[in-house]
């Protein structure tokens, strides 16, 4: 590949790692699920110091919004989420990102 060639490639890429050619796809996914352990781990520890956690409301809002992004009845989202047991995954995204607008909120007022 030319030089130029390979800055098209780099230019036009998802923002994965930059240390990590592109050919090198399998790297670049062990390095990137390694950082998303690396983020659980922290954001759990965050949310456990700064006493941030999921309600069942915002659950609930969350799967209203899922059930109107499907064009599916609430209902059947829920039975849904129920019978691939994944209340808990969902949980865990949402305090996932209530810690992340938490450290973002930090961050501005700083």
């Not at 890429?13 to 062990?30: C, H, S």
Request: hydrophobic residues 40%.
């Amino acid at each position: 590949m030319t030089s130029d060639q390979w800055e098209t490639v780099r230019a036009n890429r998802p923002p994965y790692r930059e240390d990590v050619p592109i050919d090198d796809e399998e790297t670049n996914a062990a390095k990137a699920a390694k950082e998303q352990v690396k983020f659980k781990f922290i954001a759990a520890q965050i949310a456990e110091n700064e006493k941030i956690s999921v309600t069942n409301e915002q659950i609930g809002q969350h799967l209203a919004f899922l059930a109107q992004r499907e064009g599916i009845p609430f209902e059947k989202m829920v039975e849904r989420v129920r019978k691939n047991n994944a209340f808990n995954l969902i949980s865990q995204q949402l305090l996932r990102q209530a810690v992340l607008d938490f450290l973002l909120k930090e961050a501005k007022s700083e």
